[in-house]
């Protein structure tokens, strides 16, 4: 049999596109390792949540996420809109379906930014998701990224900060751990999962 030259080898048909999640915990940077890959490779697709959240300032409705009330979340969720959902610190999220299906059948990749809870529920419903966990350096550095980001009050914070204990405690549940010490190198690492390029 002939041998395949090296680096031309055809990608199987079975391993893209895929839907890949990135999850870790409030704070850890999972916004920025994203926006710093998005910057140099725009054609990353990334899910756009629905969230009954208030917009912190800068925040954009459409962009950052949809911003919706707690009725319109109710309809969200009443009509099968959402492809998961889930409660996180007080408030509602959740990814809009058609977007993520639209994108799956036109072959491209799809990334979603949500938390352990939304992960686990799209785990169920498509299983050849790819579930890539975003860890901090260590707890300390993890406190300091989100009081130091200045967008919560501290109740706020604690909630996170609590909810944060269980999201670390199921990282062995993830496919792949990237720790971010490094916005540089876990963007490049994420980008490589997310078979763009
Ligand atoms: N399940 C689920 N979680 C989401 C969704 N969108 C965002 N999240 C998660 O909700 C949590 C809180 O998000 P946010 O209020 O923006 O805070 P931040 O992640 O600390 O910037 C994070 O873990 C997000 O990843 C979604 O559509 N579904
Ligand atoms: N690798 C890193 N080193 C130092 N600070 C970081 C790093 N990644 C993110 N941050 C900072 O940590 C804070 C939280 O990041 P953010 O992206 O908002 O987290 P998340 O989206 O996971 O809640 C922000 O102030 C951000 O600038």
Redesign the pocket.
């Known amino acids: 049999m002939a041998a395949t030259p090296r680096g031309t080898s055809p990608v199987p048909p079975d391993v893209r596109p895929r839907l890949t999640v990135?999850?870790?915990?409030?704070?850890v940077g999972?916004?920025t390792v994203v926006a710093h890959m998005r910057k140099e490779h725009p054609e990353v697709w990334l899910?756009v949540?629905?969230?009954t959240?208030k917009p912190?300032p800068g925040e954009k409705h459409g962009v950052?996420?949809f911003f919706v009330t707690d009725d319109e979340m109710d309809k969200l969720i009443a009509n099968g809109e959402?492809l998961?959902?889930?409660e996180?610190?007080g408030?509602r999220?959740?990814?809009?379906r058609a977007a993520v299906q639209e994108r799956l059948e036109a072959g491209e990749p799809v990334l979603?930014?949500?938390?352990?809870?939304?992960?686990r529920?799209v785990r169920e419903s498509m299983p050849e998701a790819q579930l890539v966990f975003l860890a901090p350096p260590s707890w300390e550095e993890l406190v300091r990224r989100?009081t130091g980001?200045g967008?919560?009050p501290p109740e706020v914070i604690e909630r996170?900060l609590e909810?944060a204990k269980i999201?670390l405690a199921a990282e062995p549940e993830f496919d792949t751990t990237l720790v971010n010490t490094s916005v540089e190198d876990v963007a490049r690492e994420l980008l490589a999962l997310t078979n763009v390029v």
Do not use: C, M, V
Request: net charge neutral; proline share 5%.
């Open positions: 990135l999850s870790g915990p409030s704070g999972k916004s899910s949540s629905a969230t959240r912190r950052h996420y959402l998961e959902w889930a996180f610190a408030n999220y959740g990814t809009p979603l930014e949500i938390d352990l809870q939304g992960a529920l989100l980001r967008t919560e996170r909810a999201e």
